[in-house]
Structures are given as C-alpha cells and as structure tokens.
C-alpha cells in the first residue's frame, strides 16, 4: 500500500530561523512527488512537482529536495506570512488517472 | 489560465437531508476531475475521480456519488446526509501525469 508521512506534525519557528520538513514516502514506482500549501479554510496552492531523485526546485523562501525515499522542503528565514499547513503528496506509477496519495501536513507557523 | 469553481462555500445541512455540491473548471479541456475530503485535522483522502464525461469511479464505499454531465462540470450528491459526512469538500482538476490544482472548497456542516 502507498503511504506518504509527514513530519514533524507542527513546527513553530521564529522569523528568520531557516528549517525543514519532511515527506518519507512508500509508493510503487514514483511518478512525481507534489508539495502544496494550504492557508485555513481554503483549498490546497500547488507549489513544487519534484520526479526524480537529487532533482531541486526553489520559490522566494521555499526549495524542495527528492531523494529516493523521501523529499524534505527546507524554509531560509521565514516570514509570518509563510504560516501555513504544507502538505506533500506521491504518485505512483500504474495510474492513468492520476491518483495522489497526501501526508497529514505540517503546520507551520512563523513568529514575528 | 486555469481556474477552478466550488458552491456553495459553506453548507449546513440536517441528518437525512439530500445535498449536491458543484465544482466547474474553466480554462482547459477534458481534465481528469476529483474529489476529496479533508476532515479537521487530517489529509485529503480521494472520494472520486472522472477521466471525462459519464466515467466516474469511487475509490471508498460511502454515502456519496458522484457525476460529470459536462466536460468541466462535476457534481458531489448524496440522497441522505449522516453526520460523518461531515467536513471539508474539495475538488481538483489536472491533466494525467501533471500537479492537481485545487478549488477553493465547500465547508459542509452535518447536525
């Protein structure tokens, strides 16, 4: 069975104090692996695709990482603004349709 | 560009009550078409998904159903509510092999 888990479940950080979260994976043939930021009360925000191990992709204060296990988004000086759950997502190989399989999210939040 | 509609944004609805909820999309063609429900606390499980119009398969037994009349049209009914129905509804567009993007989500509130 696919499963993807998150840690920690929530970070609290003090702006400007850089860190990273966690997405360990299990999934048959890893077709993509998807990072999103979801803000309270509103629908996911994508923010990064990632397919292959080693691959790196950066936005404003954000970089996600992929290793063949799992995928780490690493946060350099955050801002309150950053506040939010991220959740991180795998795709399997032998879906045509696209199936994604989430974490439980971390809850970031940033004090000023 | 792409964008994804829900209604209605919050619901409130009694035990036994019927209840359809609609998500259009705009900006693209014959798109792979989902939905998910996220309870307080947890992560997106998958309800349905359409790889085009009249096609829709379940991924959990539920109370639920789902339809797509329309290309960019889908629709998340069920003819009784029950309390564990309650939570966060989202639907979610993409093409096979690409990211989901996601609405802006329908609260439902069962009591």
């Known amino acids: 069975e696919d499963q993807v888990t998150q840690s920690p479940e929530a970070l609290r950080l003090q702006e400007g104090e850089s860190s990273s979260l966690n997405c360990s994976y299990t999934v048959s043939g890893l077709r993509g692996l998807f990072w999103y930021r979801q803000d309270p009360g509103k629908g996911p925000e994508f923010l990064f695709t990632l397919y292959s191990a080693g691959e790196e992709k950066e936005k404003e204060r954000l970089k996600a990482t992929l290793t063949k296990k799992e995928s780490f988004l690493h946060i350099t000086a955050p801002k309150p603004e950053d506040s939010a759950t991220y959740l991180c997502a795998a795709r399997a190989g032998g879906t045509s349709y696209g199936k994604l399989t989430f974490g439980q999210g971390t809850i970031l939040t940033v004090h000023p | 560009s792409q964008t994804i509609h829900q209604w209605p944004a919050t619901l409130v609805q009694p035990v036994g009550s019927p209840l359809s909820l609609e998500c259009t999309v705009e900006?693209?063609?014959?798109?792979?078409l989902y939905w998910y429900r996220q309870a307080a606390g947890r992560g997106l499980q998958l309800l349905f998904y359409?790889?085009?119009?009249?096609?829709i398969s379940s991924e959990v037994p539920q109370n639920l159903s789902a339809s797509r009349p329309q290309d960019r049209q889908f629709i998340l009914s069920s003819k009784k509510l029950l309390l564990s129905d309650s939570g966060f509804y989202l639907c979610?567009?993409?093409?096979?092999?690409?990211?989901?993007?996601f609405g802006p989500g329908t609260r439902l509130t069962v009591t």
């Open positions: 979610a567009w993409s093409h096979v092999g690409i990211e989901q993007y």
């Open positions: 359409s790889v085009g119009i009249g096609q």
């Open positions: 900006g693209t063609s014959n798109p792979n």
